[in-house]
């Protein structure tokens, strides 16, 4: 039995769709409908039902899903116990929003290529919604956003939350301290529409009883900081991009008298039978974010 066939029918029952199987696997429609039309002549039973457009599993077709899982894996098994070098290359596709971008992504992909060599990256910076839909779709491997992504295979993990602030320009914004009706009275640049921080914001200003606000929605942490550093506004972003980006520009974090609500992180990925390496690269991920937590407290301690 050719396990690439067997690796087809997997994907195609698992994301139910044809053409998001063949995206998943780098491989033409026609192709991925062949190798599961040759595993259907080997087998003698129909795996999928082809009366539609919608992808159903035929009776067989449940059945054997669960021992393609199980060849899959016994598959990674044998490669695995055969001793696969970290050297061999391998792609991961890996989604993430701009403030995990901004903050912490790249140091934790530079920990990955000094673990594995072999890792290409495909990465896509983005928004929570679009990354959710990519993951449901089979896009991506991995996403890093402000949401979990539920479906069917999809695991979800909740990272540590992204403390929140105010950031102004250096030179124009220089008050030691901030009430939310001095920050009332300017203009406010937060994340788009209807995004848990933009919702926050509004939130926390309204229980204030300041409801005459002029708030900006900006679905990019780089525009942001391009119309603070213009004196266009006061921004809310994450503190651990706030201060990584004070390195090279005029940002102030503003203190204020309330805190902002801190954003919310969620690490989703698709297990994969076949291979256990985005197993591993999520074993890695938490374990970087441990270490970069415990190091985070005792910064504050000390």
């Given at each position: 039995?050719?396990?690439?066939?067997?690796?087809?029918?997997?994907?195609?029952?698992?994301?139910?769709?044809?053409?998001?199987?063949?995206?998943?696997?780098?491989?033409?429609?026609?192709?991925?409908?062949?190798?599961?039309?040759?595993?259907?002549?080997?087998?003698?039973?129909?795996?999928?039902?082809?009366?539609?457009?919608?992808?159903?599993?035929?009776?067989?077709?449940?059945?054997?899903?669960?021992?393609?899982?199980?060849?899959?894996?016994?598959?990674?098994e044998?490669r695995?116990?055969?001793?696969?070098?970290?050297?061999?290359?391998?792609?991961?596709r890996?989604?993430?929003?701009?403030?995990?971008?901004?903050?912490?992504?790249?140091d934790?992909?530079?920990?990955?290529?000094?673990?594995?060599?072999?890792?290409?990256?495909?990465?896509?910076?983005?928004?929570?919604?679009?990354?959710?839909?990519?993951?449901?779709?089979?896009?991506?491997?991995?996403?890093?956003?402000?949401?979990?992504?539920?479906?069917?295979?999809?695991?979800?993990?909740?990272?540590?939350?992204?403390?929140?602030?105010?950031?102004?320009?250096?030179?124009?914004?220089?008050?030691?301290?901030?009430s939310?009706?001095?920050?009332a009275?300017?203009?406010?640049?937060?994340?788009?529409?209807?995004?848990?921080?933009?919702?926050?914001?509004?939130?926390?200003?309204?229980?204030?009883?300041?409801?005459?606000?002029?708030?900006?929605?900006?679905?990019?942490?780089?525009?942001?900081?391009?119309?603070?550093?213009?004196?266009?506004?006061?921004?809310?972003?994450?503190?651990?991009?706030?201060?990584?980006?004070?390195?090279?520009?005029?940002?102030?974090?503003?203190?204020?008298?309330?805190?902002?609500?801190?954003?919310?992180?969620?690490?989703?990925?698709?297990?994969?039978?076949?291979?256990?390496?985005?197993?591993?690269?999520?074993?890695?991920?938490?374990?970087?974010?441990?270490?970069?937590?415990?190091?985070?407290?005792?910064?504050?301690?000390?």
């Amino acid at each position: 039995m050719n396990l690439r066939f067997v690796e087809a029918f997997y994907w195609v029952a698992t994301l139910k769709s044809v053409s998001r199987a063949a995206e998943k696997l780098f491989i033409t429609q026609s192709a991925m409908s062949s190798r599961i039309a040759a595993l259907e002549d080997e087998l003698g039973v129909l795996l999928l039902d082809r009366r539609d457009k919608q992808v159903r599993l035929t009776a067989a077709g449940g059945r054997f899903l669960v021992m393609a899982e199980r060849l899959l894996s016994l598959q990674r098994e044998i490669r695995d116990e055969m001793g696969r070098s970290a050297e061999s290359a391998f792609s991961l596709r890996i989604g993430a929003i701009e403030s995990v971008l901004h903050s912490w992504l790249i140091d934790w992909v530079r920990e990955m290529r000094a673990a594995q060599p072999g890792l290409e990256l495909e990465l896509t910076v983005e928004t929570t919604p679009v990354l959710v839909d990519q993951m449901r779709r089979g896009r991506l491997d991995l996403a890093l956003a402000a949401l979990p992504a539920p479906g069917e295979g999809l695991r979800q993990q909740a990272l540590p939350p992204m403390p929140m602030c105010f950031v102004g320009h250096a030179a124009l914004h220089r008050k030691r301290r901030y009430s939310l009706a001095d920050l009332a009275t300017l203009e406010l640049l937060t994340f788009q529409r209807g995004s848990q921080p933009h919702v926050a914001l509004v939130d926390l200003m309204r229980q204030a009883g300041h409801t005459r606000l002029k708030v900006h929605a900006i679905s990019s942490v780089s525009a942001m900081v391009e119309l603070v550093e213009g004196g266009l506004g006061v921004a809310t972003l994450p503190l651990a991009v706030v201060r990584r980006l004070a390195e090279r520009q005029p940002l102030r974090v503003l203190p204020c008298e309330v805190a902002l609500p801190p954003l919310p992180i969620f690490l989703t990925y698709r297990d994969d039978p076949g291979s256990g390496l985005t197993r591993t690269v999520v074993d890695a991920l938490l374990g970087f974010k441990a270490i970069q937590s415990g190091a985070s407290k005792k910064s504050m301690t000390s």
